[in-house]
């Protein structure tokens, strides 16, 4: 069916293209004006957890969705009436199932593929940090433990900070930690909002995509002269015959142990018949 109307829209370009140049043109340069404003438009999200409670939505050039949480209607839905039960089905017999096929993937390949996704990863570009805010106050029933959570905290922000830097774009950052002696639970308050553009995730999706592509047609040529070596040494096992069953119809001579007994008896002395020698004499 895709193919299909892929085929239509191409023929009804083609004929627009010969009979109306002119509106042939315009409608090309309006799909590709709708094209760079979905591309370059700046979408993103703003994720928040304040007061306790969780905060989502998203955002497309500036205007904001809320996702989380939701807004509470005041009419209160009617309720709904129990369905009666259904009598249970006997259950179906279980299928055979089909043998699994193996993706016949070695480790150099799946290594391969791993450094090519994260190369693409690289095209990417930093993302757009719009705003960061943290506030830790660090609270327990242990001052000791309390102290030393309160340090290590602030050890984390501090190694985290350039590395930050270098990743993102950063606008506005409020960040500030504080220790309570009196309190026994520690508060955070958090909000992150991010910006990207959809032609950073086409330009990473294609540089990774064009890599292991790579990679899968080299594993479709090892594939295929594989196949080719086994064609070639491989023979049915019905065309081959066992070794030693080529003369298994004809008689087999006898061993020498089988002749040894015969032999015995030929090479026995015969004896003398002394009673036809008494008769004689």
């Given at each position: ?238 065309d081959t015959e066992e070794p030693?069953?080529e003369n298994a119809g004809e ?24 009673n036809n020698g008494d008769n004689?004499?």
């Open positions: 069916m895709i193919k299909w109307i892929a085929l239509g829209v191409i023929v009804g370009l083609v004929l627009l293209f010969i009979f109306a140049p002119v509106l042939a043109w315009i409608l090309v340069g309006l799909v590709a004006l709708l094209i760079a404003f979905v591309l370059f438009v700046p979408i993103g999200a703003d994720v928040a957890y304040i007061d306790k409670q969780f905060r989502l939505a998203l955002r497309v050039d500036g205007f904001a969705f809320q996702l989380l949480p939701k807004k509470h209607t005041d009419q209160e839905k009617p309720k709904e009436e129990p369905k009666p039960r259904e009598e249970k089905k006997e259950p179906k017999p279980e299928e055979e199932k089909k043998p699994k096929k193996s993706l016949n993937f070695t480790k150099e390949e799946i290594l391969e593929i791993i450094k090519k996704a994260f190369k693409g990863l690289r095209k990417f570009g930093k993302l757009t940090v719009r705003k960061f805010m943290l506030h830790y106050t660090a609270a327990g029933v242990d001052p000791y433990y309390t102290a030393k959570t309160f340090g290590l905290v602030n050890g984390g922000l501090s190694t985290l900070a350039p590395i930050c830097a270098r990743t993102f774009r950063c606008g506005d950052v409020d960040v500030w930690t504080d220790i309570d002696f009196t309190a026994n639970w520690m508060t955070v308050d958090t909000e992150l909002s991010i910006t990207l553009r959809l032609i950073q995730v086409v330009r990473a999706a294609l540089a990774a995509g064009i890599g292991v592509l790579g990679v899968l047609l080299k594993r479709r040529k090892r594939l295929k002269k594989e196949e080719e070596l086994a064609k070639k040494n491989g023979v049915p096992a019905s030693g069953t008689d087999k001579p006898e061993t020498n142990e089988q002749q040894a007994p015969a032999d015995q008896i030929n090479n026995q002395p015969e004896e003398r018949n002394d004689n004499g």
